[in-house]
């Protein structure tokens, strides 16, 4: 059995300030271990409860965050930018997903760091007419690959929306969120204990849970925070623009439907002055 364990860094705990998540900081390289620390909590306990292969990958900003040296040796990294599948490269041949150091979407209220992959470009993002943040774009691309989501780690505003939009996926609240940049974490030790108690649950009830599995056709819409990055996305002959901010795509499936969005976002990232 195969578990892939996606690891981003906001909703790492302790972590609160940008600082702690912008590479170039000492913040940033303390909270470094901590992303690791949490990543090894989720693989010890997905060993635990019964994988026999386990592969992290690193899913925050550069995407080359996680310490190699510290990682459990007997996971496996995936590391760098230019992924395919972006969070949750190594979908294919997985059995199980989790989901460590995650945050809510853009626009929730008390939440640390709320955005949804890029808050400098975009706000909200939709999926078939649904509002989506990162953590359901990435359930819904493990779908298509039959892996479901059975465990996600981080706020609590994200277990909130996690228990209305992937119920069936266990929750690990490791801090309790005040504003965007203020929360109160649980004990450092505790954390990693109920990660690794968490994933040898989640992993060993993984047959019981459905992956979120959509067909056919998806359009993808986002909500840019300027209006010039909505007509840079649009340069792309496929984009829609729906309204001044807005422009959506439509993928064969879901996997399609996602490459074209993220490259919306490098579109309008490019257009930058």
């Not at 190699?68 to 041949?93: C, H, T, W």
């Not at 228990?163 to 266990?170: H, S």
């Not at 109920?194 to 994933?199: F, M, Y």
């Not at 209006?227 to 064969?252: K, M």
Request: glycine share 10%; hydrophobic share 45%; net charge negative.
């Amino acid at each position: 059995m195969r578990v892939l364990i996606s690891v981003d860094m906001e909703g790492i705990s302790g972590v609160t300030g940008r600082d702690d998540v912008n590479p170039g900081t000492a913040a940033y390289e303390r909270f470094r271990h901590r992303m690791t620390a949490e990543a090894n909590a989720a693989v010890r306990g997905a060993f635990a409860g019964g994988a026999d292969s386990v592969v992290v990958n690193d899913s925050h900003d550069g995407m080359r965050n996680v310490l190699y040296e510290e990682l459990d040796p007997r996971a496996e990294l995936i590391s760098g930018f230019n992924k395919p599948l972006s969070m949750v490269q190594g979908a294919e041949g997985a059995h199980a997903a989790i989901f460590v150091g995650y945050h809510a979407w853009a626009g929730t209220a008390q939440a640390i760091h709320d955005h949804t992959i890029s808050g400098r470009h975009c706000y909200h993002w939709s999926l078939g007419g649904t509002r989506v943040g990162e953590s359901q774009l990435n359930a819904a691309i493990l779908g298509h690959f039959g892996v479901p989501v059975v465990l996600v780690c981080g706020d609590d505003k994200l277990a909130g929306q996690i228990a209305q939009t992937l119920p069936q996926a266990r929750r690990v609240i490791v801090k309790h969120a005040l504003d965007v940049t203020t929360a109160r974490s649980l004990p450092r030790d505790e954390v990693l204990a109920l990660i690794e108690q968490e994933a040898k649950a989640a992993v060993a009830g993984a047959s019981a849970v459905k992956p979120v599995q959509i067909s056919g056709p998806q359009t993808i819409r986002i909500q840019f925070v300027k209006a010039g990055y909505a007509e840079s996305a649009c340069r792309w002959p496929t984009v829609v623009r729906v309204d001044d901010l807005t422009a959506e795509v439509t993928g064969a499936d879901i996997v399609e439907a996602w490459r074209m969005a993220d490259a919306m976002v490098a579109l309008a990232a490019a257009g930058e002055h």
